[in-house]
C-alpha cells in the first residue's frame, strides 16, 4: 500500500505520501450492483413491516432513509434538525418529502414536506403536526388501503399525537427497520468489506505517522481524511486516547502529544463509502524502549477476551448463551469493562447488543444467524492506573461460524 514518493511537511509537522490517502491507487473497488442492493434494502424493510401488520412506514433518521432509498443529503444536520422524511407503505409508491428542491434517492416520487424541526416550524410545529397527519391520512387512501396502522420513528410528540386524533395507531418504527436491517446481503457485506479496507488504509497511515511532536488529534485527522477521501461519511467520534487519557476507555482525541512509552488506542467508528461502517479497535505501542510487563499483560488479557468471545460466534448461538459463555473478565477490570461484549453493526452500530453478564440480563431473546455483521469489543484497564487496552475485530456470521472482516494485524511488541 506504501507509495514511495513522499511530499514536503505539511503544516502539522508531519510527512504525508502523494495520493496515500486514496485507496483505489493501491486495490480496485469492489464490484457491486447497486440496483440489486437498492432493491434488497426494500424488500427486506416491506416484509418487516408485513410482519408488524403496518400500512407504511414514516422514516426520519438519515441512516434509515438511506437503507430505504439512499438518500444522502446532509446526514449528519438532518440527524439533529430533520428536514426531510419518507413515506415508505407496504404496497405502493415511496415518498420522499423534503423542505427544499433535492435528487439523488431511488423514490418513486419527491413532494413538499412539513416542518418536523423547531428549526423549521417553530412555535407553528403543532399545526404542522396536524396537517402532516392529514398528509398520511391522504396517503393511505392514495394507496387503497384500510389499515390504519402506521409506524413512525424519532419524531416529536405533536405528530404522534395528530396522528393518533386522526384515528391512526402509531406504533415505532425503530425496531422494524433495525429487525430488516440485521440480516446483510453480497452487496452490503461488498460494501462493509471496502470500508473496512478504507479505514485499515487510513489505520497504517496513522502509525506511519507516530513520531515525536505528533498530537493525538493530528493522528485522528489521518484516518478522518483517509475516510473523506474515499468517499466516506463522517466517525462517530474521534475515539483516540493516548499514554494516562487512555485509561479509562471513551476520551476522545486531544491536543496532546503522544510520548515515548505510550499506549495509543483508537475505534475507527467509521461511516465509510456508500454509508456502510467500519467499527475496529487496535492499540499501538509508541517508543524505541519495549514496553513495560504490565502494557504487555493489559494487551495479553484484552486479545484473549476477544479471541475467546470471537470463537462462540456462528448462527443459532443465542445472545443469552452468548452472554453466559463469554470470557470470565478478571474482577479488577469490570469496572471500566466495555459496555458490550458484542454488537451488530451495518450502517452503523446497530442490533443486537450484548453486555456482560456483571451488567445485567439480555433485554430480547435472539440468535446469532448467517448474514449478520457484528464487533467483539474488548477494553482492560484497571481502576487508578495509567495504561488500559481496546481491542474490537467486525466478522461477518457464515453458515458454519464467522468470517473477519477487520484484517489489520495486532501490535507484536505488546502480545506476549
Known amino acids: 500500500m506504501t507509495n514511495s514518493k513522499l511530499s514536503s511537511p505539511g503544516p502539522d509537522g508531519l510527512v504525508l505520501h502523494d495520493n496515500w ?58 440527524s439533529h434538525i430533520p428536514a426531510t422524511y419518507v413515506f415508505v407503505p407496504l404496497d405502493g409508491p415511496i415518498t420522499l418529502h423534503l423542505a427544499a428542491d433535492s435528487n439523488g434517492s431511488s423514490a418513486d416520487s419527491v ?105 493525538e488529534v493530528q493522528l485522528w485527522g489521518i484516518l478522518n481524511y483517509t475516510n473523506l477521501a474515499n468517499q466516506g461519511g463522517w466517525h462517530e467520534g474521534r475515539m483516540l486516547a493516548s499514554g494516562p487519557r487512555i485509561n479509562p476507555w471513551l476520551q476522545e482525541a486531544t491536543q496532546r502529544v503522544i510520548e515515548p512509552g505510550d499506549l495509543v488506542g483508537f475505534d475507527t467508528d467509521m461511516v465509510g463509502p456508500f454509508g456502510y461502517f467500519c467499527d475496529v479497535s487496535r492499540t499501538f505501542y509508541y517508543g524505541k524502549n519495549p514496553p513495560s510487563a504490565r502494557q504487555r499483560q493489559l494487551y495479553q488479557l484484552a486479545y484473549d477476551e476477544l479471541q475467546t468471545n470471537m470463537k462462540l460466534i456462528r448462527p443459532g448461538v443465542s445472545m443469552k448463551d452468548l452472554q453466559a459463555s463469554a470470557w470470565p473478565v478478571p474482577e479488577e477490570f469490570r469496572e471500566q469493562a466495555y459496555p458490550c461484549v458484542i454488537h451488530g453493526v451495518g450502517m452503523c452500530d446497530e442490533y443486537p447488543q450484548v453486555k456482560p453478564s456483571f451488567r445485567g440480563q439480555i433485554a430480547y431473546d435472539a440468535t446469532l444467524k448467517a448474514g449478520m455483521v457484528i464487533c467483539v469489543e474488548s477494553y482492560i484497564g484497571a481502576v487508578g492506573e495509567r495504561d488500559g487496552v481496546k481491542l474490537e475485530e467486525q466478522l461477518l456470521v457464515t453458515s458454519d461460524g464467522y468470517e473477519l472482516l477487520s484484517n489489520y494485524p495486532f501490535d507484536e511488541r505488546l502480545l506476549s
Open 111 to 215: 413532494r413538499q414536506g412539513r416542518p418536523i424541526s423547531f428549526f423549521e416550524g417553530g412555535n407553528e410545529l403543532l399545526d404542522a403536526a396536524k396537517l402532516l397527519a392529514d398528509d398520511i391520512v391522504c396517503f393511505l387512501s392514495e394507496i387503497g388501503t384500510t389499515n390504519r396502522k402506521v409506524a413512525i420513528e424519532y419524531v416529536n410528540p405533536s405528530v404522534t399525537h395528530a396522528l393518533q386524533q386522526r384515528g391512526l395507531e402509531v406504533v415505532d418504527a425503530v425496531n422494524i427497520v433495525e429487525g430488516a436491517r440485521v440480516i446483510k446481503s453480497e452487496d452490503e457485506i461488498a460494501c462493509i468489506r471496502w470500508a473496512c479496507a478504507v479505514a485499515e488504509h487510513g489505520i497504517a497511515r496513522m502509525q506511519e505517522s507516530m513520531r515525536p511532536g505528533v498530537t
Open 21 to 78: 490517502s486514496d485507496l483505489r491507487q493501491f486495490r480496485p473497488m469492489p464490484d457491486i450492483d447497486f440496483k440489486r442492493l437498492d432493491g434488497y434494502r426494500k424488500e427486506r424493510l416491506r416484509a418487516a413491516m408485513r410482519q408488524a401488520d403496518v400500512a407504511m412506514c414514516i422514516l426520519v433518521s438519515p441512516i434509515t432513509i438511506r437503507y430505504a432509498i439512499d438518500y444522502n443529503v446532509f446526514p449528519l444536520f438532518q
